[in-house]
């Protein structure tokens, strides 16, 4: 679920009721969110020579 979609669901936005809006999300644990899986990174040593 999104932050964005708890707050619809309770009627809710941060523009029209901002301190109804952090009190909700200030009461929803943490651990019900899915965080999206990231792209695998590249990292690239700017120091490195090619060989």
Known sequence: MSLE????EHHL?????FEG??????EIPMDI???PQ???LNVINI???DA
């Open 33 to 35: 969110f899915e965080f």
């Open 5 to 8: 979609s708890i707050l619809a």
């Open 47 to 49: 120091g490195e020579k």
């Open 38 to 40: 990231l792209k695998e």
């Open 21 to 26: 809006s952090i009190k909700l999300l200030q």
């Open 13 to 17: 936005n941060l523009r029209d009721d």
